[in-house]
């Protein structure tokens, strides 16, 4: 299989002007990883300038290409990518390589002299078998960041399973803590809709980079992140963890409503539901005057955080009563009005109407010339100085293998034409 791109397609220059000046301008990444974690932390990178390099299977490419559906469809031929692609893989190039035969390897190996960062997330030891493991390619680039993003992590008896999402959300807790109250109809543990884990575990890998990457200013060594989907759902338990650690009171699922902050939920109104939350007696003495029911700031049953934890029930019964007069632009207006937040239940179309998020700029269009205009997250960092780039659209497999082989390790056309012929790259 061919995998490179129409030339002349792809003639057209896809990235807009870039800033005069990102954060990580001049920041060489290598990205090994696939599916969500590692592809999104690489993405992270390049949002703040750095030049990342996805390095995909010959052919095939990263998994996640063929996850579907739904699909993202070429305007001018037959080709496919699932939109989940999209979704972590804007600002990088592509280049396939075989790196498990000994010319891949020694590809690679040449591109990590001369890279900053290099991200992978296979198996612990995988890659250390093909002499790309972290003191292998430390020998040769002693100022390399090398992070490792796995299931388990690096060490610890687990550290050779695999590990997905679904799963760290399992052993890590979220599952026990997410779900409908026992008692009630579909109680039972139940995942976050998205990928969770994969999310924090790809945001604390870029955590780990960047510090890692400030580290090296200051002493010029490079170093072995170790990044782990339980590590990193465990971490995100917080309050849930603690309760059990510090007080041995496991605090129960509790669905919509929050387990220790009362009223924190969502309330039914007379065209709908709101999203109410009160973190404080303050808060709720406003939103009772708002309701028209001033004296629940003094009633005992509810003027105090623990006493409306112990009323929740009754206290919801009455705010239902009171909240059902009017219909949500009502009372997004009051509530708001009187400093308590208060939101509408959005889907996804809604979302994409909202004019806080389209004046934040959270939806960015992406020009690819074979896929047509792609459609992206905008970034949630936002700088005064240094903003944010986001304007080249997820890469076709292997798309910049030719360009990246000449221009950084100065190969010739028939050092590549031998290459591809024997499905190296």
């Not at 703040?48 to 995909?56: F, M, N, P, S």
């Not at 105090?304 to 009502?330: C, F, I, P, Y």
Request: charged share 25%.
């Amino acid at each position: 299989m061919d995998d490179r791109p129409n030339q002349a397609a792809l003639s057209a220059d896809c990235p807009t002007e870039a800033p005069a000046e990102r954060i990580l301008d001049g920041v060489k990444v290598l990205d090994l990883s696939r599916v969500v974690a590692g592809p999104l932390a690489g993405q992270t990178l390049a949002d703040l300038g750095a030049d990342v390099v996805k390095i995909e299977r010959v052919g095939e490419g990263d998994d996640l290409r063929t996850l579907g559906p739904p699909w993202v469809t070429s305007p001018t031929t037959e080709l496919e990518q699932s939109t989940y692609f999209q979704t972590v893989n804007r600002g990088k190039k592509s280049l396939t390589l075989d790196f498990a035969r000994p010319e891949g390897a020694e590809i690679l190996k040449a591109l990590a002299r001369e890279s900053d960062v290099f991200i992978e997330n296979f198996r612990t030891g995988t890659l250390a078998r093909y002499g790309l493991g972290y003191e292998d390619l430390h020998a040769i680039n002693p100022r390399l960041i090398y992070c490792s993003i796995t299931g388990f992590g690096q060490t610890g008896p687990y550290r050779d399973r695999s590990g997905y999402d679904y799963l760290a959300q399992a052993m890590g807790g979220q599952m026990a803590v997410t779900g409908l109250p026992d008692g009630m109809t579909g109680a039972g543990p139940m995942r976050v809709g998205v990928p969770i884990a994969d999310i924090t575990a790809g945001n604390n890998a870029v955590i780990a980079i960047l510090a890692a990457l400030y580290h090296r200013e200051r002493s010029g060594k490079g170093q072995h992140i170790d990044i782990s989907l339980l590590d990193s759902q465990v971490a995100l338990l917080l309050n849930s963890l603690s309760a059990w650690m510090n007080a041995r009171a496991p605090l129960p699922r509790t669905g919509n409503d929050h387990p220790t902050a009362v009223p924190n939920g969502v309330f039914a109104v007379k065209d709908g539901h709101i999203l109410i939350a009160t973190f404080n007696d303050r808060e709720f003495a406003r939103l009772a005057e708002v309701l028209g029911h001033p004296e629940w700031g003094q009633d005992p049953r509810y003027a105090r955080s623990r006493d409306r934890l112990a009323n929740r029930v009754q206290l919801t019964e009455d705010m239902t009563e009171a909240l059902s007069h009017h219909g949500k632009q009502h009372w997004m207006k009051a509530i708001n009005g009187a400093k308590v937040s208060c939101g509408p239940i959005n889907d996804m179309a809604d979302i994409e109407q909202d004019e806080q998020l389209a004046v934040r700029e959270m939806f960015v269009t992406l020009h690819h010339p074979v896929m047509g205009d792609v459609r992206v997250a905008g970034s949630p960092l936002k700088f005064s100085e240094t903003p944010v780039d986001i304007s080249r659209a997820p890469p076709l497999v292997g798309e910049d293998s030719e360009a990246i082989l000449r221009e950084r390790l100065t190969l010739t056309d028939t050092e590549i034409q031998n290459l591809r012929a024997n499905k190296i790259i």
